[in-house]
């Protein structure tokens, strides 16, 4: 396994990360979770991403469980919070009594003391960002939380974020987790440069379209796989993402290797890329994911794909 400095930090996090997004306290039960986290980390990978809406708590307190047993230290987890977690209408967004008591929350779920990053799961627009970068401020001063970033927010958020925090001369955030993958690419223009121009890390989720770029679909989608419930699938399932996917396979099995793996390879090309979150559901998934670390793509195989994604 290769690490990466999380942007302009120094903390150093695995190139291949763990999520726990739909998986975890969901369709992974606790045995089955202690498994992938344990191997996970044999392999190498030292960040465990998670957020207090997966599963509502359940996933970090699954993964609470299996890390009580490890060394904290050797580990980095991340949660997030924005999304409500329950009918009360300060238990969501962005306010300072929501992220202060969220992180109370899920410190206790998974049984630690602080959290290496905390993520603002979305923007705001009902709180001001001068809140939000004072609430994170605190909380990295109370030692509750060591970094804190932003998920899916737009460039101009970001940056807003950032002027707002020198302006205060607070914590600012240090990292952005967008989507990002072969078929989407939406943040090379814009959110890309802003974060390499300021130092922020970026660490990807979504990198193989949810199973797209595994080449899973390509003889029709498998009755127990996401893509078989149209609210996660239905803008990937299309003929133009397919006929991509198929050419992107024959360049893989060309140079000998799985689909999976060219994609995770072609995201860590970019050294603006901290590292790529992927799912797991099995030790075999984790274990070719983590291959990727060790793949390196040839310039004529980068320029290949590059006029299959065009």
Not at 68 to 93: E, H, Q, T, Y
Not at 158 to 184: C, F, K
Not at 228 to 247: C, F, H, W
């Amino acid at each position: 396994m290769n690490y990466r400095r999380l942007g302009k930090t120094g903390i150093k996090i695995s190139e291949i990360s763990l999520g726990a997004w739909l998986t975890y306290g969901k369709t992974i039960d606790e045995k089955g979770a202690r498994r992938i986290i344990f191997h996970a980390i044999e392999q190498g990978i030292n960040f465990i991403d998670i957020s207090d809406i997966y599963a509502k708590g359940k996933a970090e307190e699954v993964i609470g469980q299996c890390i009580v047993d490890l060394n904290r230290s050797d580990l980095v987890i991340s949660s997030k919070a924005f999304w409500p977690m329950s009918d009360n209408v300060n238990d969501r967004g962005l306010s300072r009594k929501h992220l202060f008591e969220s992180i109370h929350k899920t410190l206790k779920r998974l049984r630690t003391d602080y959290l290496d990053i905390y993520f603002c799961h979305r923007f705001d627009p009902e709180t001001e960002i001068e809140e939000v970068v004072r609430a994170m401020d605190d909380l990295v001063h109370q030692g509750k939380i060591l970094y804190w970033g932003t998920s899916v927010w737009e460039v101009d958020q970001i940056d807003d974020a950032l002027q707002q925090s020198r302006a205060l001369m607070a914590y600012g955030p240090v990292v952005e987790q967008p989507r990002y993958n072969m078929l989407d690419r939406h943040i090379e223009d814009a959110i890309m440069p802003l974060c390499s121009n300021n130092g922020m890390g970026i660490v990807v989720w979504s990198p193989l379209a949810q199973g797209l770029l595994t080449g899973k679909y390509l003889d029709g989608v498998p009755t127990s796989s996401r893509g078989s419930q149209p609210m996660y699938m239905e803008d990937e399932l299309s003929g133009a993402n397919m006929t991509i996917v198929r050419k992107l396979s024959s360049v893989a099995s060309r140079i000998g290797i799985p689909l999976n793996q060219l994609a995770l390879a072609w995201i860590l090309c970019r050294p603006e890329i901290s590292c790529a979150i992927t799912g797991a559901t099995s030790v075999e998934q984790v274990t070719a994911n983590v291959q990727a670390s060790q793949v390196s793509l040839s310039d004529d195989v980068l320029a290949e794909i590059e006029k299959i994604l065009e």
